[in-house]
Nanobody, 119 residues
Framework: QVQLVESGGGLVQAGGSLRLSCAASGRTFRTNRMGWFRQAPGKEREFVAAIIWSGSSTYYADSVKGRFTISRDNAKNTVFLQMNSLKPEDTAVYYC????????????WGQGTQVTVSS
């Protein structure tokens, strides 16, 4: 089992920045990939970014490329999402997720943190 706890959400004006954190605990040694997803009101959950836990590869949705940066601190079992140049359309609940072992799906999810960008 892996437990994920997000933090860092809040209210920010358009053009501003926020940094989200996701602290992982439990059987984290089996983590192979961590990702961030978001869900806006009335919309389906969508992929934002992902990072390979044991390497340096990162992946981004086209809508956030150049503005968001995903990173990790393996020693602290924490993944970050630095969000710059925020837009009102970035408003959503942001979720951290983990893929374990050879799983192809994200099987572990945090409770989410609200990000609101005002215009």
């Amino acid at each position: 089992q892996v437990q994920l706890v997000e933090s860092g959400g809040g209210l920010v004006q358009a053009g501003g920045s926020l940094r989200l954190s996701c602290a992982a605990s439990g059987r984290t040694f089996r983590t192979n990939r961590m990702g961030w997803f978001r869900q806006a009101p009335g919309k389906e959950r969508e992929f934002v970014a992902a990072i390979i836990w044991s390497g340096s590869s990162t992946y981004y949705a086209d809508s956030v490329k150049g503005r968001f940066t995903i990173s990790r601190d393996n020693a602290k079992n924490t993944v970050f999402l630095q969000m710059n140049s925020l837009k009102p359309e970035d408003t959503a609940v942001y979720y951290c997720a983990a893929r374990i072992g050879s799983d192809l799906e994200y099987g572990y999810w945090g409770q989410g943190t609200q990000v609101t960008v005002s215009s």
